[in-house]
């Protein structure tokens, strides 16, 4: 299969926005008013400016989906299921009292940043660079490379905010397909770095929303012929049994890029880049300042000082996971793909991916419906590891759905 551009089939990843809204709202406009429940309001933009000024690959984008999660058992976003035991919570809350929030943070988040170095295990000699979750660091790495003609380069299917980021900042996206078993077709990826010479890579390991590691060795084949920089996304590095970091400094153009949310921290958005000064001296130019807001920094800051306490759910996450797997697979009809993330993705018979949707989130249940997401995912639906509970609720409902 050939690498996919990112012109084609763009929309195949995001719900689709109902065309029927924006029919009516165009016809509202052309009768020259917005009218909502009958009311008359301000006057409407026209379409036709809106469409001169807004770049052609936005006005095709549909927003980040975020479906309304409200009332039911959550297991699609990835999240840590768990919160802290309440003297943790009292003792975070009582820190946060003293937040100057008539202050700016400090634009460094210094005292974060050596914490997570700490934790994280960063080699001294890399520098670090601190995102309002790991989606601002690609925007920032995008950003910082964009440029005519110039492209960013990854798997699909892979994350899907390296595709929505070369969009947003007008770059060419090259999709390499996976292998049907969605390990990395390294002689695509290097054929595809050899024609469209792209300025990143991305890299997820373990990948999303696939779950697997890709073989190392294809990677550092990967790493030394990208003649821009490589980052190795381990978003999910806390599940995964291997880590790219003790290989930083081998190699001057890896860069590694690590969230907090995977690891119960979703909510304070942070994520970190390691690597070589060079570049991220670079990328900080186009960091907003103070992007770290000081509630996230003395948050996070709190949390890693209790890091065991993280490392025990995501053992248990781990064990959870285990087990949710071997009772999916007792489970007939399905085909359960190997994890080591904090969720399993799985395929259900030919063309029951919706109902199949449907009917868990009727049991109270949502997951994540992967159908549309491209061709390798037809059929397969992706569902985090919640808690013991929570999973026992997703497998019984699984279970009395006639496949
Ligand atoms: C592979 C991968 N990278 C990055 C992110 C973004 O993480 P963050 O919450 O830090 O923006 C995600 C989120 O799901 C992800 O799956």
Not at 33 to 52: A, F, G, L, M, W
Not at 72 to 81: C, R
Not at 113 to 136: F, H, I, Q, T
């Amino acid at each position: 299969m050939p690498a996919r551009r990112n012109t084609e089939s763009k929309n195949e990843i995001f719900a689709i926005v109902s065309e029927k809204s924006i029919n009516a709202k165009t016809q509202r406009c052309e009768e020259g008013k917005e009218v909502q429940d009958n009311k008359p309001s301000r006057p409407c933009v026209e379409n036709k400016t809106v469409s001169r000024w807004i770049r052609p690959q936005i006005r095709e984008l549909s927003a980040y989906p975020v479906p309304d999660a409200g009332g039911f058992i959550k297991l699609d976003a990835m999240e840590n299921p768990y919160h802290w035991p309440q003297d943790k919570i009292e003792q975070w809350l009582a820190l946060l009292r003293n937040a100057e929030l008539n202050r700016y943070p400090d634009p460094h988040a210094r005292r974060l940043s050596d914490r997570l170095r700490e934790v994280m295990s960063v080699p001294a000699d890399a520098a670090m660079l601190l995102g309002n979750g790991s989606d601002e660091i690609i925007q920032m790495i995008v950003m910082a490379v964009s440029g005519a003609g110039r492209s960013v380069l990854s798997v699909e299917p892979g994350f899907v905010m390296y595709r929505m980021i070369a969009d947003f900042c007008n770059m060419d996206y090259i999709g390499v397909p996976l292998r049907e078993d969605f390990s990395l077709d390294s002689e695509a990826v290097l054929a595809a770095i050899e024609q469209h010479q792209p300025a990143v890579v991305f890299l997820a390991y373990p990948n999303n929303p696939t779950g697997n590691l890709f073989n190392k060795t294809d990677m550092l084949r990967i790493i030394a012929a990208a003649p821009g920089v490589v980052v190795v996304d381990e978003a999910y590095h806390a599940f995964a049994d291997d880590s790219f970091m003790p290989l930083l400094a081998d190699h001057e153009n890896l860069l590694l890029m690590r969230t907090v949310s995977k690891m119960g921290l979703a909510g304070l958005r942070l994520g970190m880049l390691a690597g070589a000064p060079q570049w991220l001296e670079q990328f900080d130019k186009v960091r907003l300042p103070y992007n770290i807001n000081i509630l996230t920094q003395l948050s996070a800051e709190f949390a890693l000082q209790h890091a065991a306490m993280l490392d025990a759910q995501t053992q248990q996450i781990k064990q959870d996971r285990a087990r949710l797997y071997t009772q999916m697979q007792a489970l007939a009809g399905l085909t359960i793909f190997p994890s080591q993330a904090n969720f399993i993705l799985f395929r259900v018979p030919a063309g029951k991916a919706g109902s199949v949707f449907d009917e868990l989130k009727t049991g109270g249940v949502l997951i994540k419906n992967m159908d549309k997401a491209g061709p390798l995912l037809r059929d397969c639906l992706r569902v985090t590891v919640g808690t013991a509970e929570e999973n026992a609720v997703f497998l019984q409902t699984l279970a009395k759905i006639n496949l």
